[in-house]
């Protein structure tokens, strides 16, 4: 049995709802995540270590993703989005989804570290 589980990630800067001079830049992402392995799936929990430029790591847990808790049959996949307010302009995001395959078994699907960065004009 093999648990395959891919994750992507796109990430947009939200001008709208940062706070410049308080020093909070907003971006949300939307993660696709598609079970590619040969035996369903559920997401379980979630970990995630959000890091800004200086160095200041913040780390979230809990169950599920956005209230949810969805099974992923083999080719399925599962699109949400969500957001972090980090201190600096730059900054980046890892973690892992504790799943639990159809026959039980826990695995963690890794969240490969992306980056939260505004974009920018080139001239």
């Given at each position: ?39 369903g799936a559920q997401l379980r929990t979630r ?77």
């Amino acid at each position: 049995m093999q648990n395959k589980i891919d994750i992507d990630v796109e990430v947009t800067y939200l001008p709208n709802q940062s706070n410049l001079p308080n020093g909070q830049y907003a971006y949300a992402y939307t993660i696709t995540i598609t079970n590619k392995g040969n035996s369903g799936a559920q997401l379980r929990t979630r970990r995630w270590l959000i890091e800004d430029e200086s160095g200041l790591v913040e780390e979230v847990v809990g169950e599920g993703v956005i209230g949810l808790q969805p099974h992923l049959s083999p080719g399925e996949s599962f699109e949400y989005s969500s957001g972090a307010i980090i201190n600096t302009e730059t900054g980046s995001m890892k973690g892992a989804y504790g799943m639990i395959n159809d026959e039980g078994q826990r695995f963690e699907a890794i969240i490969p570290e992306f980056v939260l960065s505004k974009p920018y004009t080139l001239h």
